[in-house]
């Protein structure tokens, strides 16, 4: 699975640059804006604690909500098991690529509303109860779309995204779970 992943996400990362070649030749100016060290420090430090928020929030719905604790279900069903080294490494892929198409790449084409509406549509899942994903995912791409709009860079929504999918896979990941998830694919 986390090689399917890696594939997935550099096939999306590549997407974004295409996008951004097509339309402005290649120039990731508005990805990377011109910062010193400390400004891209602070940056991520940022998107971690907006990331960290958001990890509370999701955990409420995981724990308090019917169609939050079936999704939980599910995810521990299909993902739980994996190891730290492959947390981390779906976390940050995820992160980056997601981020550098929708944000970086889709946002200044879409506005941040359309490109919230999308990141949502592109978190769904098989069942009913995952339109709380869908729903959660789209309100993440309005949070942070308008932290972009408002201070432009990858850095930022793509550490907040990382946290996110760090903390909440651990979780997922550290969950009691009854049929083992493959992930030497």
């Known amino acids: ?38 400004g891209i420090a602070l940056d991520i430090l940022m998107g971690v604690g907006v ?31 994996l190891q730290r080294h492959e947390v981390l490494m779906l976390a940050f892929l995820s992160g980056i690529a997601e981020e550098a198409l929708f944000r970086t790449t889709l946002q200044p084409l879409l506005g941040v509303v359309w490109t919230a509406l999308l990141f949502g549509l592109v978190h769904t899942g098989p069942e009913r109860h995952y339109a709380l994903w869908t729903l959660f995912a789209m309100g993440f791409g309005l949070l942070v779309g308008g932290i972009v709009w408002w201070h432009p860079g990858l850095w930022l929504p793509a550490a907040a995204h990382i946290t996110v999918n760090a903390m909440n896979l651990a979780k997922i990941a550290e969950a009691p779970h009854t049929q083992k998830a493959t992930t030497a694919g």
Do not use: K
């Open 1 to 38: 699975m986390v090689r399917m992943a890696l594939w997935f996400y550099a096939g999306m990362f590549g997407l974004a640059y295409g996008i951004v070649f097509f339309w402005n030749g290649g120039d990731l100016s508005h990805w990377f804006p011109v910062r010193s060290v400390g």
């Open 51 to 81: 990331g960290g928020g958001v990890v509370v929030i999701s955990r409420f719905g995981m724990e308090r909500l019917v169609w939050g604790r079936q999704m939980m279900e599910s995810f521990v069903r299909v993902l739980g098991g």
